[in-house]
């Protein structure tokens, strides 16, 4: 492609979409719309690869809304994504840009009401962002709507999903859709997606990708640093963190990624507990609080999300300062992908990630990876002896008080509702629960005697 692009009229983009760039603030295309955009609109099938924050979505978004308006009628494109938070996003997204044609969109994902869902789906909307889970639910239970006249199939995060995660759904769908259609396939890590799309794509495939900067898959703006601790300390070394930071930037929000449900919601309820008000995100909360959690962090009403991994993925929060790995995680493609939640589009940002002895391997790997050596932060440790006993007792606490909810409960009743569906035999997974929910217990009450020793 040309690198002459100045603006979205050089894309030989319709005058209204146009006019809808520049209502939104957008006044260059990014590299990836400057080299996907003008293929999609030639009839290509396209995988596309770039950094977080370079506008990916707008790069299918765009396209699919034009020739939508040329030829409308629903349901006119499929996209599918990852995580439900996404879904609702990238809708959202077509939504502002094709309030001009009067758009509709429908998100289908789960935890939501399946009949609402369903119809919605009945009546043809023109865009359809889902998860592939719940779409493949309703592919097996209902024939109130049909794919086979789709003309764009979009795979947002591409490289997500088709990690063999989601292989049973994606088989009921692609079986839904018609040959014929544009296959359109973005991520910010594409790995080995390029070998599985080969079947999907029905014409010339464009590819492109992002050069690299030598290796670095981290934008320049992001300042990357550690924190080396204890692995008793960490949640201290946390608080610690959080309160240097908010010592030069009041109005700043923060992400603090972990590495599973019960911790995000242990973390959560502790910092709220010490005067860190946040909200948390995991897949243990119902979806509607989950979407209300995320509009209070994105509102800046709240300046704190604590979060899983289903958070780390393409969701665009101008606000984001700094991003914190209370774990850091094992996939060093995970690590780019949260990091990458700040410093997009152009901005600054910092990513800091706490380090246990054992973690330095796994530091490593991502240095190795990213292309990029993280500097130390430098925590006062005399601070963190003053902190050390209020951080440990409320975290004490807010594991009594999660013990005291149904919180376990709900796990056992997904990982029921799981073994079932792989065809267990429903006494076999009572058994099974029983038994997980004993060895819970005798693990609490040693955990108790223990401590209640060391006192």
Same mark, same amino acid.
């Given at each position: 492609?040309?690198?002459?692009?100045?603006?979205?009229?050089?894309?030989?983009?319709?005058?209204?979409?146009?006019?809808?760039?520049?209502?939104?603030?957008?006044?260059?295309?990014?590299?990836?719309?400057?080299?996907?955009?003008?293929?999609?609109?030639?009839?290509?099938?396209?995988?596309?690869?770039?950094?977080?924050?370079?506008?990916?979505?707008?790069?299918?978004?765009?396209?699919?809304?034009?020739?939508?308006?040329?030829?409308?009628?629903?349901?006119?494109?499929?996209v599918l994504t990852p995580t439900r938070?996404?879904?609702?996003?990238?809708?959202?997204?077509?939504?502002?840009?094709?309030?001009?044609?009067?758009?509709?969109?429908?998100?289908?994902?789960?935890?939501?009401?399946?009949?609402?869902?369903?119809?919605?789906?009945?009546?043809?909307?023109?865009?359809?962002?889902?998860?592939?889970?719940?779409?493949?639910?309703?592919?097996?239970?209902?024939?109130?709507?049909?794919?086979?006249?789709?003309?764009?199939?979009?795979?947002?995060?591409?490289?997500?999903?088709?990690?063999?995660?989601?292989?049973?759904?994606?088989?009921?769908?692609?079986?839904?859709?018609?040959?014929?259609?544009?296959?359109?396939?973005?991520?910010?890590?594409?790995?080995?997606?390029?070998?599985?799309?080969?079947?999907?794509?029905?014409?010339?495939?464009?590819?492109?990708?992002?050069?690299?900067?030598?290796?670095?898959?981290?934008?320049?703006?992001?300042?990357?640093?550690?924190?080396?601790?204890p692995k008793d300390v960490v949640d201290?070394?946390?608080?610690?963190?959080?309160?240097?930071?908010?010592?030069?930037?009041?109005?700043?929000?923060?992400?603090?990624?972990?590495?599973?449900?019960?911790?995000?919601?242990?973390?959560?309820?502790?910092?709220?507990?010490?005067?860190?008000?946040?909200?948390?995100?995991?897949?243990?909360?119902?979806?509607?609080?989950?979407?209300?959690?995320?509009?209070?962090?994105?509102?800046?009403?709240?300046?704190?999300?604590?979060?899983?991994?289903?958070?780390?993925?393409?969701?665009?929060?101008?606000?984001?300062?700094?991003?914190?790995?209370?774990?850091?995680?094992?996939?060093?493609?995970?690590?780019?992908h949260r990091v990458g939640r700040t410093?997009?589009?152009?901005?600054?940002?910092?990513?800091?990630?706490?380090?246990?002895?054992?973690?330095?391997?796994?530091?490593? %790997?991502?240095?190795?990876?990213?292309? =990029?050596?993280?500097? @130390?932060? +430098?925590?006062?440790? /005399?601070?963190?002896?003053? #902190? *050390?006993?209020?951080?440990?007792?409320?975290?004490?606490? %807010?594991?009594?008080?999660?013990?005291? =909810?149904?919180?376990? @409960?709900? +796990?056992?009743?997904? /990982?029921?509702?799981?073994? #079932? *569906?792989?065809?267990?035999?429903?006494?076999?997974?009572?058994?099974?629960?029983?038994?997980?929910?004993?060895?819970?217990?005798?693990?609490?009450?040693?955990?108790?005697?223990?401590?209640?020793?060391?006192?």
């Open positions: 492609m040309s690198k002459e692009i100045t603006n979205f009229s050089d894309l030989k983009l319709n005058s209204w979409l146009l006019k809808q760039c520049e209502s939104m603030g957008l006044k260059k295309p990014t590299l990836i719309q400057q080299n996907c955009i003008p293929h999609i609109l030639n009839g290509e099938d396209c995988i596309g690869c770039a950094k977080t924050g370079s506008g990916k979505t707008l790069a299918f978004a765009l396209p699919i809304l034009q020739q939508l308006c040329e030829d409308p009628y629903g349901i006119f494109a499929l938070e996404l879904a609702f996003q990238i809708a959202d997204q077509f939504n502002v840009v094709g309030k001009a044609i009067n758009v509709k969109t429908c998100v289908v994902v789960g935890g939501m009401d399946m009949m609402v869902q369903g119809l919605e789906l009945s009546k043809r909307p023109h865009i359809v962002v889902a998860t592939p889970g719940r779409l493949a639910d309703h592919l097996d239970s209902c024939d109130t709507f049909s794919l086979k006249r789709i003309k764009f199939l979009v795979l947002d995060e591409a490289d997500r999903l088709l990690g063999g995660h989601f292989d049973e759904q994606l088989k009921t769908i692609f079986a839904a859709v018609p040959k014929q259609k544009q296959v359109l396939l973005f991520s910010a890590t594409m790995t080995d997606a390029l070998d599985k799309v080969k079947h999907l794509a029905s014409s010339k495939v464009h590819i492109w990708e992002e050069e690299d900067d030598a290796g670095i898959a981290t934008v320049k703006e992001l300042d990357q640093r550690y924190v080396l601790c201290s070394f946390l608080v610690e963190v959080i309160r240097m930071f908010y010592s030069t930037n009041k109005n700043g929000s923060i992400m603090i990624f972990t590495d599973t449900c019960k911790n995000c919601q242990l973390l959560s309820m502790a910092l709220n507990d010490v005067g860190f008000t946040n909200v948390a995100l995991h897949a243990m909360i119902k979806q509607r609080e989950r979407l209300a959690a995320l509009n209070k962090f994105k509102s800046n009403h709240i300046q704190i999300l604590i979060a899983t991994d289903v958070a780390a993925r393409g969701l665009d929060i101008p606000t984001v300062q700094l991003v914190i790995n209370h774990k850091i995680p094992n996939v060093p493609k995970e690590y780019i410093a997009r589009a152009g901005r600054c940002g910092m990513a800091i990630s706490l380090i246990t002895p054992n973690d330095i391997k796994l530091l490593h %790997a991502i240095e190795d990876t990213i292309g =990029t050596k993280l500097t @130390e932060y +430098k925590v006062d440790d /005399k601070e963190i002896v003053t #902190i *050390l006993t209020q951080i440990s007792v409320a975290k004490r606490e %807010a594991e009594i008080r999660l013990d005291e =909810t149904d919180f376990y @409960e709900k +796990k056992l009743i997904n /990982k029921r509702k799981k073994l #079932i *569906l792989e065809g267990k035999d429903p006494d076999e997974v009572e058994k099974l629960l029983e038994e997980q929910k004993k060895k819970k217990r005798k693990k609490y009450k040693k955990k108790n005697a223990n401590e209640e020793q060391t006192k």
